[in-house]
């Protein structure tokens, strides 16, 4: 069983430019999170789909958005990139049943450095 | 607002040496408490897992007990082994159809041969 993918899985960008990240999680997975590390804030949740509804979001500016495609894959994207926003963006996804929460199952993460 | 307060690192260590990590936490009704390990260049992965009051949760040799009496989850092991060098992070999630983790600041083992 493929385990969820993240592409790519390093990118350089220039401040003020936009970047997509993309995500495919474990089939048959529909909830979608992801996560923002750095050093100084450690893992930082940024925003969650399911059934491409999002369903919960972090404290983060509108310039980071998502969505969730009808076979559950997922991209985030962050617009007018700022220094701060060098991170690894990591993606989980996971099988809620019934309320009960499930394993998260992560991908390897991109890793963006803004220049 | 859910927080999770984990021992700060950096931890070293002998191999076989014991090892413990704390971990408590803050949060409304009755969260899912989580471990997961962190390799270099690597994504996390499960480590273990305890969802309710007492459950205890146990991997690879890991162990830990989800305590409500002191809202902790303390990580420990027996005898560690220099595979075992990692960021390890404390997580909670809030159930009821709230995927969201919050992690600890997570911890480095280091163990030195």
């Known amino acids: 069983k493929a385990g969820v993918t993240q592409t790519p899985r390093y990118l350089i960008k220039t401040r003020g430019q936009q970047v997509t990240l993309s995500c495919s999680p474990i089939?048959?997975?529909?909830?979608v999170s992801w996560y923002q590390q750095t050093p100084g804030q450690g893992l930082q949740f940024l925003f969650e789909y399911f059934s491409e509804t999002q369903r919960n979001k972090g404290n983060f500016p509108g310039r980071f958005s998502g969505r969730q495609f009808s076979n559950s894959r997922s991209e985030m994207n962050v617009s007018t990139l700022e220094l701060g926003d060098s991170a690894l963006y990591l993606c989980?996804?996971?099988?809620?049943?019934?309320?009960?929460?499930?394993?998260?199952?992560f991908g390897q993460g991109t890793r963006l450095t803004v220049v | 607002g859910d927080s999770v307060t984990q021992m700060e690192g950096p931890v070293t260590l002998s191999e076989e040496a014991f090892l413990t990590i704390n971990c408590t936490y803050t949060?409304?009704?009755?969260?899912?408490l989580f471990w997961y390990v962190q390799y270099p260049g690597e994504g996390l992965q499960l480590l273990l897992k305890a969802t309710k009051a007492d459950d205890k949760g146990s991997n690879k040799g890991f162990e830990a007990t989800y305590r409500k009496e002191t809202t902790s989850f303390h990580l420990e092991k027996g005898s560690v082994q220099v595979s075992d060098s990692a960021v390890y992070f404390c997580?909670?999630?809030?159930?009821?159809?709230?995927?969201?983790?919050?992690f600890g600041t997570g911890t480095r083992l280091t163990i030195i041969p």
């Open positions: 089939s048959g997975h529909r909830s």
């Open positions: 949060a409304t009704g009755y969260p899912s």
């Open positions: 989980a996804s996971s099988l809620p049943e019934g309320g009960a929460n499930t394993e998260a199952f």
């Open positions: 997580a909670l999630s809030a159930n009821f159809g709230n995927e969201k983790l919050t």
